[in-house]
Every structure is written in structure tokens, then in C-alpha cells.
T-cell receptor, first 114, second 114 residues
Framework: KAGVTQTPRYLIKTRGQQVTLSCSPI?????VSWYQQTPGQGLQFLFE???????NKGNFPGRFSGRQFSNSRSEMNVSTLELGDSALYLC?????????????FGQGTRLTVV | GDSVTQMEGPVTLSEEAFLTINCTYT??????LFWYVQYPGEGLQLLLK?????DKGSNKGFEATYRKETTSFHLEKGSVQVSDSAVYFC?????????????FGTGTQLKVEL
């Protein structure tokens, strides 16, 4: 069974630009979460979507947004990019969003802002 | 909110040595507890989990026991291999907003040498 697919794998953008990252969850999984991973801050939760509704949001500025489509695929968007947005962005899918359900992670999108 | 404290890395061991990675957490109630592992260039993979007090999660020779009294979930392995070299993350999962959220520790890098 196919795993979580994130595209693109690598991205280089310039400060001030915007970027959209995509995540296709495992078939049958309805929950998609996004995390930002940096050497300094570690793994930080961005948001979680379930059945096209945002269920949960981390402490990130409004420049970070996301959405989920009816087929459970999710996108996250970062507008007005800053150098500090350079990070590995990880997407995770779960069958449900009930506690204790295993999250399956994609390989991530490495975003570099120059 | 939830928080996690993991021992600082990197931890360097010889092959066949005993491994302990300490993890303590603060959370509301009794969260589910997870250990995830990240191999170089990869996303995170679930290593093991425990969903209630005194449960022991185990996988690939790794074990961790949910200790409610000490709010700990220490990871152990009796004999590590070079292939175990990776970064290990402890993560409680608890309610947040309208869903549940994994809160990751800073990660502990393990290097196993011949």
C-alpha cells in the first residue's frame, strides 16, 4: 500500500514569495497533520485537518495556512516567506483523529528560503 | 500544553551495547505515548506506543513502559546494532483544540559504532 506522498521533495524560494506544499495521505486515511522541523526548534505542530475541516492549529503566524480536499489530500501554503521558514515540512496521515491512532509520516518537503 | 523532555544527544554506543533514552513528559490526564524514529533523509516512523498506564510497547527489540507515577516513557534496547543509528523522538498525544496533537521532544541522536 502506498505511503504518504509529499511533493515537491525540495524547494528553493526567495524571501517574500509564497509557496504551496502538497500531501497525499494513505488511502482511507482522513486525518492529515503538518509539522515543521528545524534544528533549533525541533518538530512543531502546524495544523491538523479531518474531513476537510481544520481541527487543530499550532502557534504559527497567519502566513501559514492549509486546506484539505474531499479526497483527503492536503496543501499547506506559506505566504511572504522569511528566511526563518527554511525547514523540513512533514505531513502525517492517520485513519482517524482519535487519540492513540498511529500517524504515518511522509518523507517531507525541504524548503530553503534565500 | 503538553511538553516533553528527552535526554540530550548525541549518544554514541558500541554495537551490542545496552541503550536507554530517557523521556519524561507533562500532560493533562493520561495521554497516549509514542516513540518515533527518523533515519537519515527520511520522515518519521512509529517505533512503538503505549496507550495506558503500565502498558509496555515493543518493536524490533526496543521496549518502553508507560509509567504514570513518574510520567516517564524511557526507551530501552538490550543490544544495539549499527542499523539502529537514527534520531529518536518521544511524543505524548493528548487533546488539543478539536482534535489530538502529538508533542515531540527535541529528539535524541543515536550513533552506533562497530
Amino acid at each position: 500500500k502506498a505511503g504518504v506522498t509529499q511533493t515537491p521533495r525540495y524547494l528553493i524560494k526567495t524571501r517574500g514569495q509564497q509557496v504551496t506544499l502538497s500531501c497525499s495521505p494513505i488511502s482511507g486515511h482522513r486525518s492529515v497533520s503538518w509539522y515543521q522541523q528545524t534544528p533549533g526548534q525541533g518538530l512543531q505542530f502546524l495544523f491538523e485537518y479531518f474531513s476537510e475541516t481544520q481541527r487543530n492549529k499550532g502557534n504559527f503566524p497567519g502566513r501559514f495556512s492549509g486546506r484539505q480536499f474531499s479526497n483527503s489530500r492536503s496543501e499547506m501554503n506559506v505566504s511572504t516567506l522569511e528566511l526563518g521558514d527554511s525547514a523540513l515540512y512533514l505531513c502525517a496521515s492517520r485513519r482517524e483523529f482519535t487519540e492513540g491512532t498511529e500517524a504515518f509520516f511522509g518523507q517531507g518537503t525541504r524548503l530553503t528560503v534565500v | 500544553g503538553d511538553s516533553v523532555t528527552q535526554m540530550e544527544g548525541p549518544v554514541t554506543l558500541s554495537e551490542e551495547a545496552f541503550l536507554t533514552i530517557n523521556c519524561t513528559y507533562t500532560a493533562t490526564g493520561y495521554p497516549s505515548l509514542f516513540w518515533y524514529v527518523q533515519y537519515p533523509g527520511e520522515g518519521l516512523q512509529l517505533l512503538l506506543k503505549a496507550t495506558k498506564a503500565d502498558d509496555k510497547g515493543s518493536n524490533k527489540g526496543f521496549e518502553a513502559t508507560y509509567r504514570k507515577e513518574t510520567t516517564s516513557f524511557h526507551l530501552e534496547k538490550g543490544s544495539v546494532q549499527v542499523s539502529d543509528s537514527a534520531v529518536y523522538f518521544c511524543a505524548p498525544e493528548g487533546p488539543s483544540g478539536g482534535g489530538n496533537k502529538l508533542t515531540f521532544g527535541t529528539g535524541t541522536q543515536l550513533k552506533v559504532e562497530l
